[in-house]
């Protein structure tokens, strides 16, 4: 008894009613529709191409019986396989480092807000706006030997021989195709990075005026670190488009000259739509996806502990 | 209260009951109206195909005209997609009744269970296969088995810049040896002997490997049954030398694609170019001066063989097709020599068709000479995609001077007889 009240059982004052119990189920219901969508878009898929990765499976070809890991095993005896997946990291590491520099130095002069920067700020996003396809083409054309804008400057200048062609070598090849890849690349991460530049606090910068910082100081010890998680979020992102990239590639030497410029993106699609082996291209896939995770948790943690070791 | 329940009971089963009613007679109307309605033949087109054929020579109206029973139901798709639509339409148990096929991908679609063997049908029908080129008949049998019917073959001949040649003194070339004296003294002035796509596979099939057919020899042949690289014979290694010779005079960009190389060609900036029929409607055009084009055979190797590779399409039924009827109807409708003539993109498969138009003019009399002793430039298995590729990485090497032309044919032929040998 309290204040002349008689005590209520626990058990009765929670008792759940019905009302509750609808109220617990609508957030189930919700969320069912994008449930749904990722078990049939996402799970759905990644679980058949891992159990097609198993199997023998050709669309020519009435088969489709389980083989273990014999097309593993098959890929990582091949040598051509580990040849492209040693252009698809250099292809990787090189665009991932020329798209992100050029794209925080754009950023950089973008923040300074020199005239026409405004309108440069809106220019900026037109290569990223182009279908790859159309990158692909354009570049192809201004790269090549006969009517190519970008030869004939090397030539007139004699900085290349007469008879030079951009895709005649497998370097040369991969050099043109990382040009167009980083000048399509370049401006997504300009964006983000002047979004995030852009809301730095002024009296960060002013204090460090005041302090007499240079502007190299400026940027290493205010906007560098301000901009950090922006920058990585840029890198892992930058990272996995351009390790699953096909069609520039594809696009500009198709893999040529004598499959020098063959990443397993391209390989992947050779097997799976030329020659029809789906559960060998599955395997690649599934190869590509772990070469992919085992690259990020480890950039993941040399991130963490550089963050550690700077704090 | 109980009787209004009970007619409301009476009137909502009242309004099932002829609900239902209504459902069924519409059934029944819609059943009475599909019996008379012409039934659907599905067909697979090659984009091109469609696009510069099929629609506008009316194709779809005169056969549904011609036999009022079936109604064409048309599917275009691009080059690139074909075999996989097919493939992915089988594998849903949706194939097509009829399908355009390219001849590279037969056997591949035999294997795979996705022609239906057209013998029975051939048996008895009006279509004469004896005015049909007889390679063409062939590629289209596996195994004695009739599988396809062509109706779109071709084959290159050699086309070359009249003007240019004139220009450097020289006679149009007989044989491959004239070419490159054509292609070194052309170079000397600033002009390319010829000009392809190295990095596609097929290069060293049919563009500029298509010319070993002039050397006696070919990528792999059928000995005693089993499928054997030729790369290590003499005859190969000479053809090679010879391309090493000729890519020396030819564009260093390996990803040139076949329209501008085309397109350089009309520009009077290559000399010789191998030709194919569809290019006489899409290349003559780019030409200023259509004086200057002359065509002749492809010219002769050194042991005097006359080689063209053959390609192009046929058409087959799908073994799960739902209306194989109407499906044969349209193959003996397409079949006749006159519809043949419009609707083949290349070459009409039957001798009569050259009769017709657009085959009755000049520019295809070189063609239908050519046609008389082309021939496959290699056996048509279902591993042939994956021999090209494997065989044009080698040759490609060479061709760069990343490995010499022992050297290709060396690794060539292992790497050949390797991807033969799962099929042996």
């Known amino acids: 008894m309290l204040l002349g009240r008689p005590l209520v059982p626990l058990q009765k004052l929670y008792r ?53 890991l014999v097309n593993y095993q098959n890929l990582l005896k091949d040598v051509r396989v580990w ?10 590491f090189i665009n991932l480092v020329f798209a992100l520099s050029i794209g925080l130095g754009a950023a950089l002069l973008l923040s300074s807000r020199f005239n026409w920067s405004n309108l440069l700020n809106a220019f900026v996003l037109i290569p990223w706006i182009l279908p790859s396809v159309i990158t692909g083409y354009i570049f192809s054309l201004m790269f090549s030997e006969d009517a190519g804008v970008f030869t004939w400057i090397l030539k007139s200048l004699h900085i290349v021989e007469p008879t030079f062609s951009w895709f005649r070598t497998g370097a040369t090849s991969m050099a043109a195709a990382i040009i167009a890849n980083v000048w399509r690349a370049f401006p997504f991460f300009t964006l983000m990075l002047y979004a995030k530049i852009s809301s730095l606090p002024t009296d960060h910068i002013e204090a460090a005026y005041l302090e007499g910082a240079t502007s190299s100081q400026r940027f290493r010890y205010i906007t560098f670190p301000f901009i950090t998680p922006v920058l990585a979020a840029c890198t892992y992102l930058c990272f996995i488009w351009t390790f699953n990239a096909y069609d520039i590639l594809k696009i500009m030497t198709n893999g ?56 | 209260m109980t009787e209004v329940l009970a007619d409301k009971t009476l009137l909502a089963l009242l309004l099932i009951g ?68 097919i493939l992915l339409a089988h594998a849903t148990g949706k194939d097509y009744d009829v399908i355009q096929v390219n001849h590279s991908s037969v056997s591949q679609f035999v294997a795979g269970g996705v022609l ?33 019917i062509p109706f779109d073959p071709d084959c290159r001949i050699l086309a070359y810049n009249r003007r240019i040649l004139d220009e450097l003194g020289f006679a149009p070339p007989k044989t491959t040896a004239d070419m490159l004296e054509i292609a070194k003294a052309a170079y000397a002035k600033d002009y390319y002997a010829m000009a392809g796509q190295v990095s596609k596979s097929m290069f060293c099939i049919y563009d500029l490997g298509g010319f070993m057919l002039s050397y006696d020899t070919q990528v792999y042949k059928e000995v005693n049954g089993k499928y054997v690289s030729q790369l290590n014979t003499p005859e190969a290694l000479q053809f090679v030398k010879w391309a090493v010779e000729m890519f020396k005079y030819m564009p260093k960009d390996t990803n040139i694609s076949d329209t501008l190389a085309r397109s350089m060609f009309a520009q009077g900036k290559v000399v010789m170019l191998w030709w194919t029929p569809s290019q006489i409607n899409s290349v003559i055009p780019q030409f200023a001066n259509r004086d200057e084009l002359e065509f002749s055979e492809i010219p002769i190797g050194p042991t005097g063989a006359h080689g063209s590779a053959m390609g192009g399409y046929l058409w087959g039924i799908g073994s799960g097709a739902k209306n194989k009827d109407g499906a044969w109807a349209f ?16 070459l009409p498969a039957d001798t009569r068709a050259f009769d017709y138009p657009p085959f009755n003019i000049p520019e295809y009399n070189m063609f239908r000479k050519q046609l008389e002793t082309s021939k496959y430039p290699v056996p048509l298995t279902e591993v042939f995609p994956r021999v090209a590729e494997v065989w044009n990485r080698r040759f490609s090497e060479a061709l760069l001077g990343v490995i010499s032309a022992e050297e290709a044919c060396r690794l060539g032929h292992a790497e050949v007889q390797a991807v033969l040998d799962t099929i042996n």
């Open chain 1, 83 to 92: 040849d492209a997946i040693r252009r698809t990291f250099s292809w990787t």
């Open chain 1, 16 to 68: 759940p009613t019905m009302i509750k119990r609808r109220i617990s189920i609508a957030p189930y219901a919700f969320i069912a529709p994008a449930f749904i969508m990722l078990i049939v878009f996402i799970a759905y898929p990644v679980l058949m191409n891992l159990i097609t990765s198993f199997q023998n499976y050709s669309l020519i070809g009435n088969k489709r019986d389980f083989i273990g």
């Open chain 2, 116 to 148: 239906l063997p057209l013998d029975s049908y051939l048996a008895s029908s009006a279509i004469d296969l004896s005015t049909y080129a007889p390679a063409a008949v062939d590629v289209g049998k596996i195994k004695g088995v009739t599988y396809g």
């Open chain 2, 18 to 85: 002829v609900l239902c009613s209504v459902t069924v007679f519409a059934a029944g109307t819609s059943e009475a109206k599909s019996a008379a309605k012409p039934r659907e033949v599905r067909i697979l087109l090659w984009d091109s195909t469609y696009n510069q054929k099929f629609e506008p020579q009316n194709i779809k109206a005169d056969f549904e005209a011609q036999y009022p029973d079936y109604q064409l139901v048309i599917d275009r798709i691009e080059y690139d997609s074909l075999d996989k639509q």
């Open chain 1, 256 to 311: 040529g000259p004598a499959e020098l410029t063959t990443t397993m993106s391209i390989m992947v699609q050779r097997e799976a739509f030329q020659y029809f082996n789906l559960s060998v291209a599955s395997a690649m896939s599934i190869i590509m996806f772990l070469l992919m995770l085992i690259i990020i948790v480890c950039a993941r943690l040399l991130y963490g502990v550089i963050k550690r070791v700077a704090a």
């Open chain 2, 331 to 346: 193959m003996e409708y397409a079949n006749t020599p006159k519809v043949q003539a419009m609707l083949a993109r290349g």
